[in-house]
């Protein structure tokens, strides 16, 4: 029976790491708070709203609400979990935290402002609009969001790496998986596996014409003539630049960025403003958003204050009609048996990634081809959800900002449905149940070694808690 409380209390407990860890996201300390519990720690004062302090990291009485009304929501109340218990959780996380620093871990701007983008278009795609992300999560402006992320997402990174750190060593043997699955089994905690899916696309990329392409080209050529001759770059940008960001207050109002090499912009566009002398304007050059020049107002060390206009070459609805036409002649001639669709991908589809992979799509959560159906993009699983095994959609429209323009038609290659596990059909899934498992008890194990040399001051209102570890070290 004890076998069967700590497995179920694992399982639980990976689904609370995984929420907690996706939460940090979106809620995240107040600057100033920090920096005035950062003074105080030094002075030994009791600060009114700290929980606890862990190292020189702290976690405030509202962020253990915030934590645990987020939680309840996203689960739907499946899963009940303790102030005490959601502070410990945290703890953990500050902990791993403050030693990533210790040991030297670094996380590079390059690799924060990646997460911080990816994170960003997430938002963007659940919300609407940036200005409503903005807006929902209560910042003054989408610059202030940036730089709240930067900091909660550089946290995020040096305890993603200090965690492979501590586990990089772990593996798990076969007996121990078939242990793992023997002791859920005989105890009847076998997991739920949701139902998913394979795809595999064909891809038609929309080019605008040679023409259309040679009129923007000629355009930015002209408004950087008539900015040289004295007109303002601000003003040009305003009437003729496609970027959304032209009109607004943030980043990219008039056409102005602050950029340095590690910023995540376009490679284009950071080695074009890198290029240029301080006042220069560039030559039209493209990049997947459409065609641009900049000028560099100002170089102030390792950042250039710069300017651009972005022109975006129209493709007319005569060449969009044409892209979509020809990809549902290519669906037809694979349902009449003329062409299989893996001959289909090799001969007719544009992307390069899935190409050369009989067109499977790659899940970018998991680095695999299956999709589970409850985790999916909203917008992918509205086209394919319905379908049946060996079924495509018709051509639709979509696009890579900053990439490309495309049709699409999508194959659903195979369908899983959700089911108990199985050991020999679920082999893959079981093993990384054991590991991680594993790995948390590495990891555990660290921490209960760590608590013992670091700071930890915890609010007297939590010292009644039944803690696992000896934060309070008793």
Not at 22 to 28: A, E, R, S
Not at 156 to 173: H, Y
Not at 422 to 450: G, H, M, N, P, R
């Amino acid at each position: 029976m004890q076998q069967k409380n700590n497995n179920l209390k694992f399982i639980k407990m990976k689904q609370h790491l995984t929420i907690i860890t996706f939460l940090l996201f979106f809620i995240g300390l107040n600057a100033q708070d920090s920096l005035k519990v950062e003074s105080n720690i030094n002075k030994r004062i009791k600060i009114d709203g700290v929980a606890v302090v862990v190292g020189k990291n702290i976690v405030l009485d509202s962020d253990i609400d915030k934590f645990k009304k987020e939680l309840q929501q996203r689960t739907e109340g499946k899963i009940d979990i303790s102030n005490c218990e959601m502070l410990e959780e945290l703890m953990i996380q500050k902990l791993i935290a403050h030693h990533a620093v210790v040991d030297s871990i670094v996380a590079s701007d390059v690799e924060v402002n990646s997460e911080v983008e990816r994170n960003i278009s997430y938002f963007k795609q659940q919300l609407g609009s940036i200005e409503k992300v903005v807006k929902m999560y209560g910042f003054n402006d989408e610059e202030d969001l940036r730089k709240e992320l930067f900091d909660i997402q550089k946290e995020q990174i040096l305890i993603r790496k200090e965690r492979e750190s501590i586990t990089e060593k772990v593996d798990v043997t076969p007996e121990e998986v078939r242990t793992y699955y023997s002791n859920l089994e005989k105890d009847n905690s076998l997991p739920e596996f949701s139902a998913e899916i394979e795809l595999a696309q064909i891809v038609k990329i929309i080019k605008p014409s040679e023409e259309e392409t040679n009129r923007v080209i000629n355009k930015l050529k002209q408004i950087k003539k008539e900015i040289e001759d004295g007109y303002s770059f601000r003003l040009k940008a305003i009437i003729n630049s496609d970027d959304p960001a032209v009109s607004g207050n943030g980043p990219g109002a008039g056409g102005k960025y602050t950029i340095t090499r590690e910023a995540n912009f376009i490679k284009e566009f950071k080695e074009v403003a890198f290029s240029l002398d301080e006042g220069e304007i560039s030559d039209p050059f493209e990049s997947g958003f459409g065609f641009h020049i900049i000028q560099v107002e100002k170089i102030k060390g390792q950042e250039r204050d710069v300017r651009h206009i972005l022109i975006q070459p129209k493709i007319s609805e005569a060449e969009l009609k044409s892209s979509k036409d020809e990809l549902e002649k290519i669906r037809e001639q694979i349902l009449k048996g003329e062409i299989t669709f893996e001959e289909a991908v090799l001969k007719y589809s544009e992307d390069t990634e899935t190409k050369n992979n009989k067109g499977l799509i790659l899940n970018p959560q998991t680095n695999d081809t299956k999709f589970n159906l409850t985790r999916m993009d909203p917008t992918l699983y509205g086209r394919v959800s319905n379908l049946k095994e060996g079924e495509i959609t018709h051509a639709f429209y979509d696009e890579i900002r900053g990439e490309s323009k495309m049709f699409k038609i999508i194959l659903l290659k195979s369908k899983e449905e959700a089911h108990k596990a199985s050991f020999t059909k679920d082999y893959e899934k079981i093993q990384q149940l054991t590991l991680q498992k594993k790995k948390e008890e590495t990891v555990e194990k660290w921490a209960k070694d760590k608590i013992v040399d670091t700071y930890i001051k915890i609010n007297k209102d939590f010292k009644k808690c039944d803690f696992k570890n000896n934060w309070k070290k008793e």
